[in-house]
């Protein structure tokens, strides 16, 4: 008796077992779902235009950004040089020096600014990239005051509107689609 009770008891557990084994193999054999792909293809993608454009914009959000770090101290340095040339304590060499760092930078502020009307006018005059001009829109506007501002010798000042135009690239840039959705 005690013989029979554990041949059922044996059988009984293999039957288990087998059928746990055969219930995790149907489960391993049913199509898993996973989720939608993220692949990019051709319909999610901006247009050629508009991926083009946020690159000019990224660089020139850049080269404004380099501009203003690098414009600070010497802007501060013109305008100390300036305000020592004015009491006469220093030398006619440092006062021409000072006077060829002024046009280096106020030449360096129209080639910056060209970059920016390049860039303002690209976005007046193609299609796709009209819907962000209100974001860009008076970059070029405020290169000119920045301009004006190194012309009339406020160094320091003429950074204010390069800021300016700074956040407005940056947030050009948050509203244009990035082509690695």
């Known amino acids: 008796m005690k013989i ?19 219930a995790q193999k149907t489960a391993s054999k ?4 996973r989720p939608a792909s993220t692949k990019t293809n051709a319909a999610t993608l901006p247009p050629l235009e508009v991926r083009a454009a946020r690159v000019k914009v990224s660089n020139q959000l850049s080269n404004v ?19 020592d040339a004015r009491t006469k304590k220093i030398s006619q060499q440092s006062i021409d020096l000072n006077e060829a760092s ?3 930078v106020i030449t360096a502020i129209r ?3 060209a970059g920016l009307v390049s860039l303002e006018t690209e976005f ?3 299609p796709d990239l009209k819907i962000y001009l209100i974001k860009i829109q008076g970059i070029s506007d405020l290169a000119a005051q920045s301009e004006d501002s190194a012309l009339a010798g406020k160094f320091v000042a003429s950074r204010d509107p ?4 700074a956040q ?9 689609p990035n082509a690695e959705l």
């Open 102 to 104: 002024k046009q280096k």
């Open 111 to 113: 080639n910056l600014r």
């Open 30 to 33: 049913r199509p898993i779902k």
């Open 65 to 83: 950004n380099q501009f203003i770090n690098i414009l600070g101290p010497v802007s501060q340095n013109i305008e100390a040089l300036d305000n």
């Open 4 to 22: 029979i009770r554990s041949f059922t008891l044996v059988f009984v557990f293999a039957t288990l077992f087998a059928a746990v084994v055969d």
């Open 124 to 126: 007046k005059t193609k």
């Open 162 to 165: 390069l800021r300016t135009i």
């Open 168 to 176: 407005k690239l940056n947030d050009t840039l948050t509203a244009m």
